[in-house]
Every structure is written in C-alpha cells, then in structure tokens.
C-alpha cells in the first residue's frame, strides 16, 4: 500500500505535534492515549499526513530495532522537521543498511568510549571556565549560555573546527532551531555552515599528514575514506554537518530542562550536592525524566505486527520518546524523578542501528556540567519562581527560553 494510498483511507484524526509534545514535562495528551491503546493514529506535520504514533515502551524499541522499518523510505513525503530545514539524503540520519552501516562503521571510531573518556578532563575544565565566567559577571546569570554553549564547544573540538571559527559556527547552529522565529535568519545560517563545512573538509583534506596540524574527528574520517575508498566528498561534507548540528542542539536542550528540574525540585539537587557519588544513577534517571523529543519518522516496508496493531507497508511510525519514558509498565511511578531509581534501559537516545552516537558523550557532558555546578555553585537557586520561566515549545525539546540564577 502507498503512502497516498493510506491518506485517501483515512478518517478523521488528531492532528500531531499536540500543543504540549514538546514541552520538558510529561505530557498529559499522550499519558491519556497509551492508557487507551500501544499506538494510534494522529496526523502528522504540514501536509497532515495520517501516520501510527506509538505511545508504548515495548512496540516502540520493538519498531526501532526492526530493520523492515526505513528511514531512507520517509524522503517520499518530505518528512517535517521542527527547525524547518529540508532533509538530507545524504545525511547519516536518513539512510538505511547498507549505506548506513557503512558510514557509521567509519564514525564509530570518532565516539568510542576511550576517545570520549580522553576529552572528559578537557570537558570539565571548559565547563568550569563557562562558570567562572558567569560568576565574574555578578549575579544573576544566564545559566542556560552555559547549558548551549558548551554542547557546541565539545563538538567543535571534537571535530577539529579552529578556535577563531568557533563562535561564527555557534552562532550559525543555534540560528536553525530558531525556524519558528525567524525563518530568513535560519536559512541564511544553514547556507553559511554549509559553505563553511565544506570548507572545513577541503582544508583538513588538504592539511593530511601535516604533523603540525592539530588531528579532529574530521581528519580520523577523512583517513578512513583514503583508506576504504567508500566515501565521497559529498558524503563526508554532509556527516560533518550531521555531528555538527546533532552534537550540540539535542544535549545543550536536556541540560537546560536537567537543571531547571534540579532547581525546581530542590531537594533533589541538595542530595547530589550532600553526597556527589550517586551522580552515575542520577545521570540515568535525568536523562529518561528528560528524554528527547521524538524519534525520526519511519515507513514500514511490509505488515509488521507489533502486538496489538498491525503496520502496514507504506504506513509511517513515529516515536515520542517522552510516552516511552513514562510508561507505567516499564517505570514505577514514572512520574516521579528519583534519583536512587536502578535504572532501567529507557530510549532517551533510541535504539537499533540508528542509536545515537554521541550517547556517552551527551552521559559525559551533562556530569560534568553538573559536577562543575555543584562544586563552584553549590548554592544555586533559581532568581524567579518556577511559574515565570517561559518555555520555547516549538524547538526539538521544549526548554527554558531563558534560565536566571542566583548563587
């Protein structure tokens, strides 16, 4: 069955995004579904494109770990995407087995463990310069500067872009998440980090085997196409931008909501500041109170049974990964942030072949920030009430526009 096909089949259904999906707390509407049933219809984006929403843990890691589930095949319909770009096929993030388990064995290497672990030093000593910083300035502070700019400083430095480019490359990523804003100046910064990844790529390649040059990410993936032959110009230059942009937009989003939940509930943060050792669980179970957003959308390539409904080939499947956190069947009071919870395997960052990638590096990020706060600032506390923060709903996590604190 086609995708038109499906669409003239439909009845009338809910429309999604629903007005609170993306916001950092739970959302009442999809609580309300997956009480009723493991998925169901809404649709979707733009073109109102009747799709299965799943609303449960178990059919949801059940269909990301399915390979007749596509990526690749959700470019027929230009899949909507919450800062407004259009998708790249060449992108890491829209292909299937083969092409896809041909790229991330390249990149694999980039995200090791090991790798990760070596940049950790590095990792707290920027965090707490970002703190120092705001601390010299005298309070209140900004700390949502903090919880943005260092994803973008990590991967930056990750990938190898100079220090002098940084800021012009920050400031170009964040324009794109700010679609619903100022749709010019989103465009604009998108053509400006392409122009300059492309760039960036062409002078690493031209700088290979320079031992004078500092080595990044970028030149470990440039090596490995040399060497495997595999891996086109095009190809590299859209998995540089693919890091760039999913390095930093995700992670500084979650470490916002982290804090801001942390603050919000303070005894919570006054336990990890009274006993710092039970970060590693507490780390867990922040990341599956504030999970991301969504998953990417999916088509099915033939009937899929799920348990209790039936995909259908040329049907789309998307995940809120909000639903999935909170699902009473996996999670106890799942409603409640608790920071001695054994954790459970959640689908924060997804999984199947298309598991994030920089997971540990998101793990890694977000302890640091939070050790780094806890050391320099044990007395942080909020400069508003909770009832006055605003929150951006229409970015791909929903968070704190601006976060004041005092120390």
């Not at 060497?227 to 859209?238: A, I, M, N, W």
Request: proline content about 8%.
């Amino acid at each position: 069955m086609s995708i038109t096909e499906v669409v003239q089949h439909d009845q009338e259904i809910p429309s999604f995004p629903f007005a609170d999906t993306f916001s950092p707390h739970s959302s009442g509407r999809l609580a309300e579904y997956a009480r009723e049933a493991p998925a169901i219809r809404v649709r979707f984006g733009p073109g109102q494109l009747p799709i299965w929403l799943i609303v449960r843990y178990a059919p949801a890691r059940a269909m990301l770990a399915d390979p007749r589930f596509s990526r690749t095949r959700t470019l027929d319909f230009s899949p909507p995407l919450t800062a407004g770009q259009m998708p790249d096929p060449n992108s890491l993030l829209w292909l299937d087995p083969p092409e896809h388990t041909r790229i991330r064995r390249m990149v694999n290497a980039g995200f090791a463990h090991r790798r990760i672990e070596r940049m950790r030093p590095w990792i707290a000593a920027t965090a707490r310069a970002r703190i120092d910083a705001m601390t010299a300035q005298g309070a209140p502070g900004d700390i949502r500067t903090l919880a943005f700019n260092l994803p973008i400083e990590v991967i930056c430095q990750l990938l190898g872009v100079p220090d002098l480019d940084r800021e012009k490359v920050r400031t170009w990523s964040e324009s794109l998440f700010r679609f619903h804003l100022d749709p010019k100046g989103s465009a604009e910064g998108l053509f400006a980090l392409y122009g300059y990844m492309g760039e960036l790529v062409r002078a690493r390649k031209a700088a290979a085997g320079d031992a004078d040059s500092p080595e990044g990410l970028l030149d470990v993936l440039i090596a490995a196409a040399d060497d495997d032959g595999t891996l086109t110009e095009t190809e590299l230059h859209s998995l540089a931008m693919t890091l760039l942009i999913g390095g930093f937009e995700t992670t500084g989003g979650v470490i916002s909501n982290v804090i801001t939940t942390l603050l919000t509930q303070r005894s919570h943060w006054e336990a990890l500041v009274a006993d710092p050792s039970g970060m590693p669980n507490a780390i867990e179970e922040l990341l599956r109170y504030h999970p991301l957003s969504m998953t990417f959308p999916r088509v099915a390539t033939a009937d899929v049974d799920l348990g209790g409904f039936v995909v259908r080939a040329g049907e789309v499947v998307v995940v809120p990964l909000a639903a999935m956190s909170r699902d009473p069947a996996v999670f106890t009071d799942p409603d409640r942030l608790d920071l001695t919870r054994e954790p459970v395997p959640n689908l924060t960052f997804g999984a199947g072949v298309h598991h994030c990638i920089g997971a540990h590096l998101a793990r890694v990020e977000l302890t640091e920030v939070l050790t780094a706060l806890i050391e320099k600032v044990p007395g942080l506390r909020l400069a508003v009430a909770p009832t006055e923060l605003h929150y951006e709903l229409k970015a791909p996590i929903g968070r704190p526009e601006t976060l004041p604190v005092l120390w």
